[in-house]
């Protein structure tokens, strides 16, 4: 990690693995919605609604990813001060926005033909619905602060504090009566979900986690490469500030 700490390095690698990422992030994606489209069969209860599953599940688990991820990008800022964790965690956050919102309208989407309502106060889609708020929130302070450095840390914070939210997200359905199923993929005694479906949905949670990595990739060189022009561009306004002083 610490070798990977040096930005050149990390572009280096960067720059190696982003190519053949791609290939293979596409390649599962399509055979994950080949999977999920034309070979998964038609729920006996839910019909072909059952196929919102497919994109739903797996953008859920990123949303939560994706914070937990920011959180832990957050304590090697704040902490061991790790020259390439504020990169990480603003890099996340509007990866994992975005997949936290393709979780709620999914979601909803997914909830009108089972539950007779796009929305209701339930105990998971409210703190998931906390959860792209606190997303926001950390998109809008990374805007709001010019000093890239308080930005850091006033982010830091707010991921540390919000991400309680994220094990509360997990364990809702256990904790409270929801009307959102209890998990049926990772539990005691096994997955719940009959194989001709869960095939398919692993095989699409898998493409967009590698889709998740690649964006992350991309966009954590796109930041390195802003501060270096930004700081090339205050090194040279201080260079005209002192010939003309």
């Not at 302070?141 to 000093?147: V, Y």
Request: one cysteine or more; proline letters at 6%; glycine letters at 6%.
């Amino acid at each position: 990690m610490w070798t990977l700490a040096n930005p050149t390095r990390f572009l280096g690698l960067a720059e190696r693995v982003i190519p053949w990422l791609a290939v293979l992030t596409f390649l599962t994606l399509g055979v994950g919605l080949y999977l999920a489209l034309f070979v998964a069969p038609p729920d006996y209860q839910q019909g072909e609604t059952v196929r919102i599953m497919f994109v739903h599940v797996p953008s859920a688990w990123l949303a939560m990813f994706g914070y937990t991820l920011i959180a832990i990008a957050s304590i090697g800022s704040l902490i061991w001060r790790h020259p390439l964790a504020d990169v990480a965690a603003k890099t996340a956050a509007p990866i994992g926005a975005t997949f936290c919102f393709l979780a709620l309208v999914t979601g909803s989407l997914w909830g009108k033909p089972m539950w007779g309502t796009y929305w209701v106060w339930d105990a998971r889609l409210t703190s998931v619905l906390v959860l792209f708020l606190l997303y926001l929130g950390l998109l809008a302070l990374w805007q709001a602060i010019e000093e890239p450095g308080r930005a850091a840390r006033a982010a830091a914070i707010l991921a540390l504090v919000g991400a309680v939210n994220v094990p509360i997200i997990h364990y809702s359905v256990v904790w409270w009566n929801t009307l959102h199923q209890p998990a049926s993929v990772f539990r005691v005694g096994g997955p719940s979900i009959d194989p001709s479906l869960l095939a398919p949905l692993l095989v699409m949670a898998l493409a967009f986690t590698l889709l998740f990595i690649l964006l992350h990739l991309i966009a954590m060189r796109a930041e390195i490469l802003r501060r270096r022009v930004r700081a090339l561009q205050q090194t040279q306004v201080e260079r005209a500030a002192l010939v003309e002083a």
